[in-house]
T-cell receptor
Framework: AQSVTQPDIHITVSEGASLELRCNYSYGATPYLFWYVQSPGQGLQLLLKYFSGDTLVQGIKGFEAEFKRSQSSFNLRKPSVHWSDAAEYFCAVAGNQGGKLIFGQGTELSVKP | NADVMQNPRHLVRRRGQEARLRCSPMKGHSHVYWYRQLPEEGLKFMVYLQKENIIDESGMPKERFSAEFPKEGPSILRIQQVVRGDSAAYFC???????????FGDGTRLSIL
């Protein structure tokens, strides 16, 4: 069965520092992978996606993620965090024919001034 | 995320009443997904519909919950005889195809008194 693990429930970083949010997945083949961000009281906004091809994908708001098949990981990175990045981040996986998303538990990001 | 319209944004019901949640997908999107976010939990898939057809309902509770996506009009998630445990945020997402990224609405927050 497909599953997604986000090991870090809560991360705090200083503004301007770099960020890496971890995501590990379990799936028999290469899945479709996504990162979404959710601000309080809002829906989810798609940051980036990986379907195939280049394993380093660029997204919106300066985020990027790298697919590592050998580690079953799809970690999200940003070189310099802004206070407005404080939110909850969800990694998700879908089968390689699309359809329903399986989400991780989420990582809440706090940004210190 | 206003392009996927969910209403109402907040819904209060007493135990035993019915709750109807509506979702209008983005223009051109014929695939609709419903997810539920319980307090302190991540998002869980409920049901996937494509115009008039239920494609995957593997996440739907067996009783009291139903969903439809008629030829005309929004998708409806219906919860009969609500109980306290139904209190959650319910999110709708839409996509133009099964293999395309899903775009989320801002959700309906359901509270059961």
């Amino acid at each position: 069965a497909q599953s997604v693990t986000q090991p870090d429930i809560h991360i705090t970083v200083s503004e301007g520092a770099s960020l890496e949010l971890r995501c590990n997945y379990s799936y028999g083949a290469t899945p479709y992978l996504f990162w979404y961000v959710q601000s309080p009281g809002q829906g989810l906004q798609l940051l980036l996606k990986y379907f195939s091809g280049d394993t380093l994908v660029q997204g919106i708001k300066g985020f990027e993620a790298e697919f590592k098949r050998s580690q079953s990981s799809f970690n999200l990175r940003k070189p310099s965090v802004h206070w407005s990045d404080a939110a909850e981040y969800f990694c998700a996986v879908a089968g390689n024919q699309g359809g329903k998303l399986i989400f991780g538990q989420g990582t809440e990001l706090s940004v210190k001034p | 995320n206003a392009d996927v319209m969910q209403n109402p944004r907040h819904l209060v019901r007493r135990r035993g009443q019915e709750a109807r949640l509506r979702c209008s997908p983005m223009k051109g999107h014929s695939h609709v997904y419903w997810y539920r976010q319980l307090p302190e939990e991540g998002l869980k898939f409920m049901v996937y519909l494509q115009k008039e057809n239920i494609i995957d309902e593997s996440g739907m509770p067996k009783e009291r919950f139903s969903a439809e996506f008629p030829k005309e009009g929004p998708s409806i998630l219906r919860i009969q005889q609500v109980v306290r445990g139904d209190s959650a945020a319910y999110f709708c997402a839409s996509s133009p195809g099964k293999e395309q990224p899903q775009h989320f609405g801002d959700g309906t927050r359901l509270s059961i008194l």
